[in-house]
């Protein structure tokens, strides 16, 4: 059964960093984009990451590049987004998905919550 | 960016059928995908490629549409079908629309 769990959301000051993971399951991690997607509360969905199988190429849309860093390590089955200098727009649910070669996301993980706050 | 358009919301009565629409700033040729969000879960895919069913998702679901217009339909709509319902398209760089929230009469 494919899993995807995220953890290490929480409550942090506006320009603080956090770093979330994503631990996979049930799938050949290394052969995989993963994807992480936010939705702030009450709104829509926002992709935020990608990172290819091996993690050699990385893409981010305006609204995050420069702050964000996503990573993978095909070892342990985990996926990472590093975010520096969060503003409070970036308060939302953070979701990691498993990419699909068509580009569709098939499989997420629970979310976890990330609040930018002072 | 590839804007993605959806209609707000819709209500329907249990056994109708209901079309939920997505239409494309640009062609995206047959890169649309479609989720369903139920109240504080993740989103499930529910079609993939504008008109392939997900494994396990209810032959209920149907999508079709190419270029900018894409149409998701259910037929017939169940009482678990409430949820948002939201278009992707993958033809570039990841968008989605603004959801349509579906609601039960």
């Known amino acids: 059964e494919v899993q995807l769990v995220e953890s290490g959301g929480g409550l942090v000051q506006p320009g603080s960093p956090l770093k979330l993971s994503c631990a996979a399951s049930?799938?050949?991690?290394?052969?995989?984009?993963l994807n992480w997607i936010r939705q702030a509360p009450g709104k829509g969905l926002e992709w935020v990451a990608s990172?290819?199988?091996?993690?050699?190429?990385?893409y981010y849309p305006d609204t995050v590049k420069g702050r964000f860093v996503v990573s993978k390590d095909n070892a342990k089955n985990t996926g990472y987004l590093q975010m520096n200098n969060l503003r409070s727009e970036d308060t939302a649910m953070y979701y990691c998905?498993?990419?699909?070669?068509?580009?569709?996301?098939?499989?997420w993980g629970q979310g976890t919550l990330v609040t930018v706050s002072s | 960016d590839t804007v993605l358009t959806q209609s707000p919301a819709l209500a329907v009565s249990p056994g109708e059928r209901v079309t939920i629409s997505c239409r494309a700033s640009?062609?995206?040729?047959?890169?649309m995908h479609w989720y369903q969000q139920k109240p504080g879960q993740q989103p499930t895919l529910l079609i993939y490629?504008?008109?392939n069913l997900e494994s396990g998702v209810p032959a209920r679901f149907s999508g079709s549409g190419s270029g900018t217009d894409f149409t998701l339909t259910i037929d017939p709509v169940e009482a678990d079908d409430t949820a948002t319902y939201y278009c992707?398209?993958?033809?570039?760089?990841?968008?989605f629309g603004a959801g349509t929230k579906l609601e039960l009469k």
């Open positions: 998905a498993r990419g699909e070669p068509g580009g569709w996301f098939a499989y």
């Open positions: 049930g799938f050949t991690f290394s052969s995989n984009w």
């Open positions: 990172i290819n199988p091996d993690g050699s190429s990385t």
């Open positions: 640009e062609s995206v040729s047959t890169l």
């Open positions: 490629l504008a008109s």
């Open positions: 992707q398209q993958s033809w570039n760089d990841p968008t």
